[in-house]
């Protein structure tokens, strides 16, 4: 059984940054790619960064190089830095994991997501 396990949300004020991670387990688990999704209130789910296992990534182009996602050397867990947080980043954010390298950015597999709120 797979599993995405989550953590680092939380309330932080604008400006400030986070690091949110994301560890895969389960026997049969070795994902194709990995990374992040996030959903505001009212609105869809987007891609905010992503990353195969040789090394393309995909990035939201309205982040502006304020996010930075890495992965570990198992290509297994991720890790998404974010830098200069802004209200409009406030959202769930979601781990999510893909197998096939015809759809990188399709999830098979999603963490329970975590709480991200930028406030003053």
């Known amino acids: 059984q797979v599993q995405l396990v989550e953590s680092g949300g939380g309330l932080v004020q604008p400006g400030e940054s986070l690091t949110l991670s994301c560890e895969g387990s389960?026997?049969?688990?070795?994902?194709?790619?990995m990374g992040w999704y996030r959903q505001a209130p009212g609105k869809e789910r987007e891609l905010v960064a992503a990353?195969?296992?040789?090394?393309?990534?995909n990035y939201l182009v309205a982040l502006n190089g304020r996010f930075t996602l890495s992965m570990d050397n198992s290509l297994k867990a991720v890790y998404l830095q974010m830098n200069d947080l802004k209200p409009e980043d406030t959202a769930v954010y979601y781990c999510?994991?893909?197998?096939?390298?015809?759809?990188?950015?399709?999830?098979?597999?999603w963490g329970q997501g975590t709480q991200v709120t930028v406030s003053s």
């Open positions: 990353r195969t296992r040789t090394g393309v990534r």
């Open positions: 999510y994991a893909a197998l096939s390298e015809r759809s990188p950015w399709t999830a098979d597999y």
């Open positions: 389960g026997s049969i688990f070795v994902p194709y790619a």
